[in-house]
């Protein structure tokens, strides 16, 4: 198995960004797939990006297309989110998350994530 620990997190005005990192141990790193899930006060848990094990193929919610990219590192066995254009409803605890064995059209499901990590706290000011 693998343990997951998120970094990054803070408090970062609207139109700012940041960069949350996911520091992997355990089993090797590369031979999972990897995603970033966030939750707001009082909503479900959603799906924010996702990349498979050698970083070919990565999916983006809608709400973030274009403003957040998904990256890792097998080297050092970390996953990145780089969060730019923040906006106050990006506000969240973003979790990471690892898969063994996925396939594409589950990517965005947390159903198919057997890993997490403890969360990370964004908020994002107007």
Do not use: H
Request: charged share 20%; with cysteine.
């Amino acid at each position: 198995q693998v343990q997951l620990v998120e970094s990054g997190g803070g408090l970062v005005k609207a139109g700012g960004s940041r960069r949350l990192s996911c520091a992997a141990s355990g089993r090797a790193f590369r031979d999972y797939s990897m995603a970033w899930f966030r939750q707001a006060p009082g909503k479900e848990r959603e799906f924010v990006a996702a990349i498979k094990r050698n970083g070919g193929t990565t999916t983006y919610a809608d709400s973030v297309k274009g403003r957040f990219t998904i990256s890792r590192d097998n080297a050092v066995n970390t996953l990145y989110l780089q969060m730019n254009s923040l906006k106050p409803e990006d506000t969240a605890v973003y979790y990471c998350a690892a898969s063994s064995g996925i396939i594409t059209s589950t990517m965005t499901r947390g159903g198919s994530y057997a890993y997490w990590g403890q969360g990370t706290q964004v908020t994002v000011s107007s």
